[in-house]
């Protein structure tokens, strides 16, 4: 497919979050790229979530896949760009690859704060709303409950038909949500996990955009509910390792792990990530 062509372009907007696929699909195109001696350009656009925040745990190379292609944070704080050039030079691909460079876009930036219009990359992404919530309701895609497809609120809530939310609430170490607020919500997806059956969700509400941390709030909820329904809840193992990046996380959640101990297992790998991304920083 690629002969004859002088280079392949790659401009998606991606969500700043190392679940979204937009990253191994630009990744996998580049080794494609490198393999066809095709140049490989990426035309750069701004991390929804800002460039500055980096939240959750390393990817752990052995679990890389469609959801995690390489070992970056689940926030990582980087553009499409600066994770080429990571790739790029990490992987030693050897492909001609030039970022063209955003104006305007600061690391501070929202993209709320950029004065562009959003498009949905997706439709189960249909607000920056979600985007702010998806690094930390995603993780429920590999459980039993609803991530709240089928609804119209998809990753603003999750939910289901078992779940006793004030107990869940009476459980859940409230530090950990920190800048959000979870409230109480019924709902009935149409499609997907419990389709047309009513639902106990529970609603991510921000409050501070600046202090949430999604995935630390999501362990949170994750360690509570299983606390609350250990006869009812349940792991998608394969898909969950694969969205955490490791099996750490639901086995230290399986074993009644708080998630201030899983997180301090990762502190270490956080802070040689940011080294890491350093260098690789175009903004």
Request: aromatic share 10%.
């Amino acid at each position: 497919m690629l002969a004859g062509l002088d280079a392949l372009v790659f401009d998606l907007q991606d969500v700043g979050c190392r679940y979204y696929t937009y990253a191994t699909t630009m990744v996998r195109a580049m080794e494609t790229a490198a393999e066809a001696g095709v140049a490989f350009v990426v035309l750069d656009r701004p991390n929804p979530l800002g460039g500055q925040t980096v939240q959750g745990n390393v990817l752990d190379a052995n679990f890389a896949s469609s959801v995690g292609c390489h070992t970056i944070a689940i926030r990582h704080g980087m553009t499409v760009g600066e994770i080429a050039c990571m790739f790029h030079e990490e992987k030693q691909l050897d492909v001609e690859l030039k970022v063209v460079r955003m104006d305007g876009w600061e690391r501070g930036m929202y993209f709320d704060d950029t004065g562009l219009p959003w498009v949905p990359p997706s439709p189960n992404l249909a607000s920056l709303y979600a985007v702010l919530c998806y690094p930390g309701t995603c993780l429920f895609e590999g459980t039993n409950l609803s991530e709240g497809r089928g609804t119209d609120m998809p990753f603003e809530q999750i939910g289901a038909p078992w779940l006793d939310t004030s107990a869940v609430f009476e459980k859940l170490d409230r530090d950990l949500t920190d800048g959000i607020s979870l409230e109480q919500t019924l709902f009935k997806p149409a499609s997907s996990k419990h389709a047309n059956e009513v639902c106990n969700g529970i609603r991510w509400c921000y409050l501070n955009r600046e202090k949430a941390d999604p995935v630390a709030a999501a362990l949170g909820l994750l360690g509570a509910i299983r606390a609350v329904h250990d006869n009812e809840f349940q792991f998608d193992g394969d898909h969950f390792d694969r969205l955490a990046g490791t099996d750490i996380v639901r086995r230290g959640l399986s074993k009644g792990d708080t998630a201030r101990v899983i997180r301090a297992a990762w502190s270490d790998q956080v802070k040689s990530f940011r080294e890491r991304r350093d260098r690789f920083l175009l903004y």
